[in-house]
């Protein structure tokens, strides 16, 4: 069971040099409010407890078939096939299976678990300027753990970071921001309708938490914000969605210190089968390097910082 000092992670990363400045512990925290159709972490959507199947190691050993309690595996043509209409997600075939070709997605761990390893690498914080990231997923599907996370480290005086989507309720996500050094905030698309298409929620309330954020009334001094922008071809890297972007941004204020652009790459597309899910990208290509620089000068023509990658 999920609670404020209890939630499901994917991964815990040590010694990270992206999600924020210097050295970090970046912890990815499953679930998301959002599901873009690029996604390239499909097994962090679910907010629950799910299997991935790594076929390669798949034996044919049918121990997964035995202890489907819905009857959702069989084997055809020498293939585990999974009818994910009828599974659903209790995982006794991932512990059943001897070659793990079927494994868990999410383990369940305490923030003290957490803060154990948060605090192994305080020194190299210190040195490099790094500190916790609460990354995800999105930290925003278990806020209750997230803002646990972040008091426990804000105590240690840690420096934290929260990679989001923003996509909350002003109060909820305002309580996560009294505890957090870096916002890394992304925008998905400044049209609203398009927004949804490609998210499956809207765009206000995200656009909305962030202008009151920048405003800085309701915020902790001190609070930086990183806008991270997924370039996404034929989705929302056209000149009147870029404009439009920028104008809304250099509009935000100072607290804003820089746009991430993050390329748009395929790495993801194989595990959404994996996890059952469809992949609508197929036929996408990422941009070309030149591309992704006429781009960021774009950007840049609004006075506003520009990178590439979501990295420092
Ligand atoms: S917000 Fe991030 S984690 Fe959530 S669906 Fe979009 S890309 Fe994936
Ligand atoms: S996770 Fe799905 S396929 Fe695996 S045992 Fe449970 S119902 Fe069957």
Redesign the pocket.
């Known amino acids: 069971m999920k609670n404020k000092n209890r939630g499901l992670i994917f991964d815990l990363q040590r010694l990270s040099l992206v999600d924020g400045p210097g050295g970090r512990t970046v912890v990815f925290l499953k679930g998301?409010p959002?599901?873009?159709i690029?996604?390239?972490?499909p097994e962090?959507?679910s907010p629950d407890r799910e299997i991935i199947l790594k076929d390669k190691k798949c034996a044919l050993l049918e121990k997964c078939v035995e202890v489907c309690p819905q009857n959702a595996i069989s084997i055809m043509d020498g293939q585990r096939i999974i009818d994910w209409d009828k599974c659903d997600r209790c995982g006794k075939c991932a512990d059943a299976c001897p070659s793990r070709a079927i494994e868990h997605i999410g383990e369940y761990v305490t923030t003290d678990e957490i803060m154990k390893v948060v605090m192994q690498d305080v020194r190299f914080y210190r040195v490099s300027g790094g500190g916790l990231t609460l990354s995800?997923?999105?930290p925003l599907s278990q806020p209750e753990f997230a803002l646990t996370l972040l008091k426990a480290a804000k105590q240690k005086k840690v420096h934290t970071a929260l990679d989001t989507?923003g996509f909350a309720k002003w109060e909820l996500f305002k309580s996560l921001l009294d505890h957090t050094d870096l916002l890394l905030y992304?925008i998905?698309h400044i049209d609203s309708a398009r927004h949804k298409e490609i998210?499956g929620e809207p765009n206000e309330l995200i656009l909305s938490n962030l202008q009151k954020t920048a405003a800085g009334s309701d915020s902790r001094s001190g609070l930086k914000i990183w806008i991270r922008y997924?370039l996404i071809p034929d989705i929302n890297d056209g000149d009147d969605d870029i404009d439009n972007l920028c104008r809304f941004v250099a509009d935000l204020g100072p607290l804003v210190e820089k746009i991430a652009l993050l390329p748009y790459h395929d790495l993801g597309a194989e595990k959404y089968a994996a996890v059952g899910r469809k992949y609508s990208l197929a036929k996408t290509s990422p941009h070309p390097n030149e591309i992704v620089s006429k781009i960021k000068a774009r950007v840049e023509s609004y006075g506003l910082v520009a990178g590439i990658g979501g990295g420092k």
């Open positions: 998301c959002l599901a873009c690029w996604c390239a972490n962090l959507i995800g997923g999105d989507c992304d998905k998210t997924p």
